[in-house]
Structure formats: C-alpha cells, structure tokens
C-alpha cells in the first residue's frame, strides 16, 4: 500500500517548456486534488477531480491542465512553463464519501529558469 | 469566494508553553475541518480533525474547538516540545457543488525554543 505516489520529486525546466506531472493513488479514493505551496501562502488548491472523468478549476487554474486518466490517476500539466509556476507541487487524494483527511504525496519541487 | 484565514503567520513560545492557531472560514455550508503539521522537506500529516457536529476533540497535548456561529475554529498545543516546531496548515472541506473540495489556510510557522 503505496499511499499517494507523485513523479518526478524535483525538476527543472526552460521558460516556454512543457512537462507533466504524474500522480497515482491506490487507496480507492474518488477525489484527487493538485496544490501548489509557495513561502507564506500556504497551499494554493490548482484543480481537483471528484471522479474519473471530471475536473474543477480551484483557486489559481491559470496555466495549467489536468486530466483525470482513470480513478487511480492524476496528471498534471504546464504546457508553457513559466518562472512564476516554480514552486513545490503536491498531490492529493481523499474520500468524499467518508468526509475525511486527504493523503498528499512527496512533493515535486519545480524550478523554472 | 471560499476561503480560509489562518492566524498568526509565526509564532514562538518556550518549551512546555501553549500555543494557539486560529483560522476562520466563509463558507457556512462547511463541515469538516483538518489540521495539518508538515515538517521541513516533508508532506504535510494530518494531526487532528473536527466535523461541524461537534464542538470539541482532544487527543494527548493537541485539541481543537469549533464555534459554527462565529466560523472559526483552532488549534490548541499544550506542554509543548521541540519536536512539535513544524508548519500547521489548518483547511475547511467546502462542498460548492456535486463535489468536495479542500481548502487551507495560509499555514503558522511554529517554533518552540528549548
């Protein structure tokens, strides 16, 4: 039992490249969520996806996308990356049904240059 | 829109001092509220949680109170260790549609001097 597991756990990209981010669950929960943290603001919710197939736009969507591949999965993507998206990026993962805690992932921690 | 404001930003106290995180929320509808501690490199751990049908939970040295009316809700640390210096993140489950979302507060940088 894995938990959350996010890949890769550091990066670093040219400003204007693209990557994806990738998150896997296996604790069969319906939600999954992307957070970004940065100093002093906490964790900033990006999207979330209540089940396969569907995603919201949280607080700060701007440049990104997601895709909620199947109910394990994830990803997150920055299709044209920019130095205000280097941050540290988590993903999370929850049950609606039972109202509980959400288990985040190690981290990716993004550097854009 | 939905949001959560955590308060103080740092704090400090001596070793075996309380310490006390306060956060508020605006969306009345909200009924589940979490307390994360994340300590450096680390992910953030959940530590203690409330529903919005109960007023109080403790568990050892940590408790948290809920008042629905005023919507706020905090965290209470007492005799605190040096192990507990970490980042708490405090959130509020809001549910604007079909769907649950998560949303934290701002985070309190603990320090607790030995």
């Known amino acids: 039992n894995a938990g959350v597991t996010q890949t890769p756990k550091f990066q670093v990209l040219k400003t204007g490249q693209s990557m994806t981010l990738q998150c896997a669950q296996d604790?069969?929960?319906?939600?999954m969520y992307w957070y970004r943290q940065d100093p002093g603001m906490g964790l900033r919710l990006i999207y979330y996806?209540?089940?396969?197939?569907?995603?919201d736009k949280g607080e700060v969507p701007n440049g990104y996308n997601v895709s909620r591949l199947n109910k394990r999965e994830f990803s997150l993507r920055l299709e044209s990356a920019a130095p205000s998206q280097t941050s540290v990026y988590f993903c999370?993962?929850?049950?609606?049904?039972?109202?509980?805690?959400?288990?985040f992932g190690q981290g990716t921690r993004l550097t854009v240059v | 829109g939905e949001n959560v404001e955590q308060h103080p930003s740092t704090l400090s106290v001596q070793e075996g001092d309380s310490a006390v995180i306060k956060c508020t929320y605006s969306?009345?509808?909200?009924?589940?509220f979490p307390w994360y501690k994340q300590e450096l490199g680390k992910r953030p751990q959940l530590i203690i949680d409330?529903?919005?049908?109960?007023g109080e939970k403790k568990d050892q040295r940590i408790a948290v109170t809920l008042n629905k009316t005023a919507k706020h809700f905090s965290l209470h640390i007492t005799e605190t260790q040096p192990e507990d210096s970490a980042v708490y993140f405090c959130?509020?489950?809001?549910?604007?549609?079909?769907?649950?979302?998560?949303?934290f507060g701002s985070g309190t940088r603990l320090l607790v001097r030995p």
């Open positions: 999370a993962s929850r049950s609606d049904y039972l109202n509980t805690e959400a288990f």
């Open positions: 409330i529903r919005s049908n109960v």
């Open positions: 959130a509020a489950s809001i549910r604007p549609d079909s769907s649950y979302k998560l949303i």
């Open positions: 996806s209540a089940s396969e197939g569907t995603t």
């Open positions: 969306d009345s509808a909200s009924n589940y």
């Open positions: 604790m069969n929960h319906n939600s």
